[in-house]
Structure formats: C-alpha cells, structure tokens
C-alpha cells in the first residue's frame, strides 16, 4: 500500500513537472495566452466605457478574462490529453506503468493550474494596472475557499472528460471547438450570469466556471452582489457536490475506458 501511494506520488510529480516546467518554457505561449484574452478584455472595456456603463462592469470583464486560461487548460490540457498520449505513443507507457492512471490525471491537473493560474494572475495584475479596474476582496477566507473549489471541480471535470473524449476519438477535438464560444457565453465571462435569465442560468451552472465566477465576482467586484444569480455561500456549496461527482464519475469512466480497451484490444491504436 505504502509503495503503491510513493509510487503513484512520483507518477504525479513528475506528470505535473513536465507541464509546470515545459508550458511556461515557450515563452511565445505565454504570451499568446495572455495578449489573446487581453484584446478582447479591452475590446468589451472600451465598448462599456463608451456606452457609459458602470464601471462596475470592467471588474465582471476581468474577473471571467481570469477564468479563460482555466477552462482552456481543462477543455485542451486536461479533457484530450489521453487522446493525444495514444496519438504520440506514450498510451502504452502509462498503462504499462505500475502508477495508477489516477495519478498521472492528478499530475496533469496540478500541472494545469499551475500553467492557467499564472496566466490569469497576470491578466488580473495587467487589468487593474492598464484599465484602472476597481477590485477589493471583501472576505479572504471565503473568498479562497470558492477559488479552490471551483478549480477543483473543475479539474475533476476535466478528468472525467478526458476518458470521455479519449473513447470519442478525433470528434473530441470538434467536440472542443464546438464547445469553445457557447461555453463563453453560457458562463457568463463577459456579463452576469443573471442576465442570461433564470432557465438558462440554471442549465449554466451546471458547469462549474459558471457559479464559481458568479461567486467570485461578490466577494471581490464593487456593487456586483446585487448582481448576482445565488448567494456565495449556496454556489460554494454546488461546487462542493459538483467535486464530488465529477470525481466520482472520473473514476468510473477510467475503469469503463479500460475495461473497453481490454475487451475490444483498441485502447493504444491510433486514428481511432
């Protein structure tokens, strides 16, 4: 048991080193990630200001600028990653490993937050500096522990959909793009969430970027708690179950998608 735990713990460590390391490398990544959600922040600042909106609104735009980076790394990092594995022929090395595809997963996910959480720190600092963005974190604790689960979750989800796409095959990938801009839209990044109406809301806080940046945004953007769809304390508590069940449902599609494989001897071939 001991071994097994020290041995999945390295699988781990150095899953997420190869992302902590290798993604921030490339220094021309970083910047495109970066600069690409910036124009369109500046796009939709410039767009308020002269409408003369509240300025309440640029804080809403930073805030889900933030949490693109995040859902980027989850959507392509996390969600196709087992895909891509079998496409370059580590597949075979990972199942053959004595670590457990849980841990490489948890590398992954670690090593993702890492790389988005970076960049959404930056986007943040270049909002506040070059648009003169109103931000003021009225509870820490609270404030710390929505942001934590809300990544949680939302990798947990990532986790879950990479056996989900690594079954899908190349219509994974289409599936992403398809998903890229209504994903946007249905989580508010641009607005509250409340604006998209009751139903829709809803339906959108299925997903977990959803009522976790609604949640941030009362606990750090001026005036937005009248705004909001839910109180933080509720949201914080859907994405408590929301943890939950994704992590649940990763364990499960892991063990479905090797029990295929098994069966039907396709899990390491490629272009399927």
Same mark, same amino acid.
């Given at each position: 048991m001991t071994s097994a735990f020290v041995t999945g713990f390295r699988a781990m460590k150095a899953r997420a080193y190869v992302r902590i390391v290798g993604a921030?490398?490339?220094?021309?990544?970083?910047a495109t990630e970066i600069l690409l959600p910036m124009l369109a922040v500046t796009a939709y600042? $410039?767009?308020?200001r002269s409408l003369g909106m509240p300025?309440?609104?640029e804080g809403i735009i930073i805030t889900g600028a933030a949490m693109i980076p995040m859902w980027l790394v989850v959507l392509w990092a996390m969600a196709m990653q087992f895909y891509w594995e079998k496409e370059m022929g580590n597949l075979d090395i990972y199942l053959s490993s004595p670590a457990h595809p849980i841990a490489l997963l948890l590398g992954m996910a670690i090593g993702g937050l890492f790389m988005g959480g970076l960049r959404s720190i930056l986007i943040i600092i270049l909002g506040i500096v070059l648009f003169k963005v109103e931000m003021n974190v009225t509870n820490w604790p609270a404030f710390t522990a929505i942001a934590v689960v809300t990544l949680a979750a939302l990798f947990a989800m990532g986790m879950a959909a990479a056996s989900v796409y690594f079954v899908t095959g190349r219509k994974g990938i289409k599936i992403n793009i398809? $998903?890229?801009?209504?994903?946007f839209m249905l989580t508010g990044t641009y607005f509250p969430l409340k604006n998209l109406g009751f139903v829709?809301?809803?339906?959108?806080?299925?997903?977990p970027i959803s009522i976790g940046l609604d949640a941030l945004r009362q606990l750090c953007v001026?005036?937005?708690?009248?705004m909001s769809f839910l109180t933080w304390r509720i949201e914080l508590?859907?994405?408590?179950?929301?943890?939950?069940?994704f992590s649940f449902a990763s364990v499960q599609f892991l063990?479905?998608?090797?029990?295929?494989?098994?069966?039907?001897?396709?899990l390491s071939e490629k272009w399927q």
């Open positions: 921030n490398r490339e220094i021309s990544w970083v600042i $410039l767009l308020y300025k309440m609104m398809v $998903l890229m801009e209504p994903v829709i809301s809803v339906v959108a806080s299925l997903l001026p005036g937005y708690p009248l508590a859907a994405l408590c179950v929301m943890f939950v069940v063990a479905r998608m090797e029990a295929k494989g098994r069966r039907d001897g396709t």
